[in-house]
């Protein structure tokens, strides 16, 4: 081959190039193909992880019956992401396609290839591009054209027709395949990353477990420090172990919060192993993105290093807080779940940048990953504890009460007809009297100061304000499952109902007071595991109050953002009491709690002076104020509404109770 054949210059019309386009397509279904086997493990694969991911919806909405809606959400959400996917792979191929073809139906132009000792330069009219001679992947002929390919799909094509005869051809391709060997023999030695032990050297040293020498690398990572793939041990061994330490770790935490007398919650199980399918397939998704086979692992075994690492310090943060070794107020606790998210994104970004590290045009796609496979998951599937406190049947109100206790035996007899007894106690009306009907609701069956305000208030009303005969409680919670009906949309709109039908409409006064957690879109949970009880918003109850026809209402709403029920529900009959602003959250819940701010300061003390639920709300507020700002909380702004005709008719019972002989307070 004469010396000035080692540069060759030729023009690639469209035609040829798109049949080399079909030839390298075709070259890759076949490499992929492996028989019928491989079809069958994914068609199973499918299912088993349409299952999976079923299964992990329910555990999101804490079995509430939403899965479906979920379920079919997200499959559309899939099919419409494939379908821009599709289209966007094929917008960018006619964009590249048309941005390679001159006006003459030429490719990329008039170019050439030139041999040099370092590289093989390829040159057209826009670029110059090095291919170091180790790059080469294969050099190959079809159809006499010469296929240069630097991985599996991407490749440089050069016509036969740039050679004279094929002879010179297939010197010019010798030559190519000798450069190619000689380089990658002579660098060799220069592994990419050649800290990292490889697999045998690692077990020939003790090393495929790597237990502390990942977590220290995990430590280095969850507070950002430089991490090399010399400090980790990515083998499959290394990840069993760091799986296996951060069960253990969350295992702990949870012994360490609740004590030794527990047992364990296997339920909680399938949360606290969500994190190893999804960083596994974050792995290989960066590990394909940037050609790298070794990225599965390290990047797997460091996540979860750190994940360990920041599953144990939100836990040591929550076991000071709850000991009282800090005080931690609720506003400030509040923000946790956000901080660690983004804590978690940064750690994730800092893996991916420094221990396998993108094009820049594919740091923003992986970014976007990270949050729908790691980030995501994590706040909609927050972890519990692996250990709780140990289920005993027989404990009474005094103790924990049986969590599963709305589907024992007993409760369930008893709720049978729980309603109805409930209802058939209920005294009608007295002629000539403006009476007080008052119905409460306990919403939220995990927390027992729901259900202590809601007594509260029952005795309240009946012992002060005469309506002894005419109260009804529903209260979701497991140590009342024997005395009082469950609290439901159903339970309630069924209440509402039959409480109207005793009213005398013109006369009579109902006063409703609802208390559970709520959330920004307005929304009261309510809660009775595992029963799957509907949300209560805004239209639902008014839904309910409409349907029972009853005129003069006083309605009370405790939770967070509740003042997002005073539009829907206002009108010129009814009081509207709130504990919040609709954007803003109230306080007092919890086990430990006897009532929530709202309920303390308005019915456990103002209404025990006064008969006025505006002056009493007045005070109330007053009270709150002071309290948040005494205890380092955010104003939760209570709110009113008073009907322009309701308070005339309230001032009416208020005369009436003022002048009976009075009750003794409580």
Not at 167 to 182: F, G, I, Y
Not at 268 to 287: K, S
Not at 383 to 400: I, S
Not at 471 to 476: A, C, G, K, R
Request: overall charge neutral; aromatic content about 10%.
């Amino acid at each position: 081959m004469q010396d000035e054949r080692l540069q060759i210059r030729y023009d690639l019309t469209r035609a040829e190039y798109g049949a080399a386009l079909r030839y390298v397509a075709q070259r890759l279904v076949r490499q992929a193909s492996r028989g019928w086997l491989p079809v069958l493990l994914m068609l199973v694969g499918a299912v088993c992880g349409g299952i999976i991911g079923y299964a992990y919806m329910e555990l999101a909405n804490g079995y509430r019956g939403a899965s479906g809606p979920w379920a079919l959400w997200g499959a559309a959400a899939f099919f419409v992401a494939w379908i821009i996917a599709a289209w966007h792979q094929q917008f960018r191929a006619r964009k590249v396609f048309s941005g390679s073809v001159a006006d003459d139906g030429s490719v990329l132009g008039p170019q050439e290839f030139t041999v040099t000792p370092e590289a093989l330069v390829h040159r057209h009219r826009s670029a110059m591009t090095h291919l170091a001679w180790p790059a080469l992947r294969s050099i190959e002929e079809k159809d006499g054209n010469v296929l240069i390919f630097t991985d599996n799909a991407a490749f440089y094509m050069v016509p036969g027709k740039a050679f004279a005869d094929a002879a010179e051809r297939s010197a010019w391709m010798e030559l190519l395949r000798a450069r190619a060997r000689s380089d990658a023999a002579a660098a060799e030695p220069e592994v990419p990353h050649a800290e990292t032990p490889s697999a045998p050297a690692a077990r020939a040293a003790g090393l495929e477990w790597g237990l502390l020498r990942n977590f220290r690398a995990g430590i280095k990572l969850a507070v950002l420090q430089r991490v090399g793939r010399g400090d980790l041990v990515a083998t499959a061994e290394g990840f069993v172990a760091q799986i296996v330490l951060a069960t253990v770790g969350s295992f702990l935490i949870g012994v360490a919060s609740v004590g030794l007398p527990g047992q364990f919650n296997y339920y909680e199980l399938p949360r606290v192993l969500l994190y190893v399918p999804l960083t596994l397939l974050f792995g290989l998704v960066i590990a394909r993105l940037n050609k790298d086979p070794e990225a599965v692992l390290v990047l797997a075994v460091a996540l979860t290093a750190a994940g360990t690492v920041v599953t144990i310090a939100i836990g040591a943060l929550g076991l000071v807080a709850q000991h009282q070794i800090l005080e931690v107020s609720e506003r400030h606790w509040r923000f946790v779940p956000y901080l660690s998210s983004a804590w978690w994104a940064a750690i994730i970004m800092a893996a991916v940048l420094r221990l396998a590290p993108p094009d820049v045009r594919l740091r923003f796609g992986a970014f976007v990953v990270s949050l729908f496979l790691l980030v995501l998951p994590a706040w909609v599937i927050p972890q519990g504890y692996l250990w709780v406190p140990r289920f005993d049947p027989n404990t009474d109100a005094a103790g924990r009460a049986p969590y599963r206790g709305i589907a024992e035996e007993k409760a369930f007899y008893a709720q049978h007809d729980a309603l109805p007894r409930a209802l058939a106690a209920i005294q009608p009306e007295r002629p000539g009297i403006a009476d007080l009907y008052v119905i409460t609701g306990g919403l939220y069956a995990r927390e027992d100061v729901f259900m202590k305000e809601v007594r509260v208030i029952d005795a309240l009303f009946r012992e002060r304000f005469d309506a002894d005969g005419r109260t009804l409680m529903l209260i979701n919670n497991p140590k009342t499952l024997e005395q009082n009906p469950v609290a439901t949309l159903t339970s309630l709109t069924t209440a509402l109902r039959h409480v109207g039908k005793l009213m005398n409409p013109e006369e009579d006064v109902l006063v409703l007071y609802v208390s559970s957690h709520g959330s920004q879109q307005h929304h009261l949970a309510v809660e009775f595991w595992p029963l799957r009880l509907k949300s209560i918003d805004p239209a639902a109850l008014k839904g309910a109050v409409d349907q029972s026809g009853i005129k003069w209402k006083v309605i009370v709403v405790s939770a967070c953002y509740s003042g997002g029920f005073v539009e829907p529900l206002k009108d010129d009959h009814t009081l509207i009491i709130t504990a919040s602003s609709p954007t803003k959250v109230s306080f007092g819940c919890g086990n430990e709690s006897d009532s929530t701010y709202l309920a303390k300061a308005l019915f456990d003390e103002e209404m025990r002076k006064t008969y006025s639920f505006e002056t009493a709300f007045s005070h109330a507020r007053k009270s709150i104020e002071q309290r948040e700002k005494s205890e380092g909380h955010m104003p939760s702004e209570p709110q009113i509404h008073v009907g322009a005709a309701i308070r005339d008719k309230l001032a009416q019972i208020e005369q009436r109770l003022a002048a009976r002989a009075p009750a003794p307070a409580q």
